[in-house]
């Protein structure tokens, strides 16, 4: 089954911006789409954007002026950068899959805790 | 954006008893809803999809039922391993939304 893997740094300055890798294990980057969903106590879990293989892209309003979810297919990875991020910004991330644009999401990555703070 | 109300915040229950939990969306999103399972420390694991549809593994004792704006989660039997959180998410428009969740914690 798919297997997926978030990686990068757990803390971010205010201001900088917020960079999370998800490897994904045991399935093709072109047969799913590509979520980045995160969990804070103040938020609950809320539903960042996602990256289809063809390059189509959709984000949740509430962030998109400031994120960008890529993919590399030759890696098998994909990408979330949110930029000017605030106190706000902090939870857990999690990289997750679904079959569709409109659709629930089956697998998940274990998730990376991420702090905004000089 | 739709909101996603589940209720109760807590529910109380002995292992053995039937649970049900309530999530309610502010407009129609036809059976367009998924419910999840999470651990303290875990991701969230994929319960009920499709109203009612049950994810490979999960026990016969989770049931999903609704339409429309109304919805339901039922356990069956309570047992010990499922004293935790559970969340509903609707996929019927953008942003995809969650609920604030439902604890169930032993009486």
């Known amino acids: 089954q798919v297997q997926l893997q978030e990686s990068g740094p757990g803390l971010v300055k205010p201001s900088e911006t917020l960079s999370l890798n998800c490897n994904v294990f045991?399935?093709?980057?072109?047969?799913?789409?590509w979520n980045w969903i995160r969990q804070s106590p103040a938020k609950g879990l809320e539903w960042i954007g996602h990256?289809?293989?063809?390059?189509?892209?959709r984000y949740n309003p509430s962030l998109e002026t400031r994120v960008t979810i890529s993919l590399d297919t030759s890696k098998k990875q994909f990408t979330l950068a949110l930029k000017s991020v605030t106190a706000a910004d902090t939870a857990v991330y999690y990289c997750?899959?679904?079959?569709?644009?409109?659709?629930?999401?089956?697998?998940w990555g274990q998730g990376s805790l991420v702090s905004v703070s000089s | 954006e739709i909101v996603m109300t589940q209720s109760p915040a807590t529910l109380s229950g002995s292992p053995g008893e039937r649970a049900t939990l309530s999530c309610r969306a502010s407009?129609?999103?036809?059976?367009?809803i998924a419910w999840y399972q999470q651990r303290p420390g875990q991701p969230p694991r994929l319960l009920i999809y499709?109203?009612?549809v049950r994810a490979s593994g999960v026990p016969g004792r989770f049931s999903g039922s609704g339409s429309g704006t109304d919805f339901t989660l039922a356990i069956s039997s309570l047992q010990s391993e499922d004293f935790v959180t559970y969340f509903c998410?609707?996929?019927?428009?953008?942003?995809?939304?969650f609920g604030g969740g439902t604890k169930v914690e032993i009486k």
């Open positions: 997750a899959s679904s079959f569709g644009p409109y659709s629930n999401f089956d697998y």
């Open positions: 045991n399935e093709s980057i072109t047969t799913y789409y």
């Open positions: 990256v289809f293989h063809r390059g189509t892209t």
């Open positions: 407009q129609s999103i036809s059976s367009n």
């Open positions: 499709g109203t009612s």
């Open positions: 998410q609707q996929y019927n428009d953008w942003p995809l939304t």
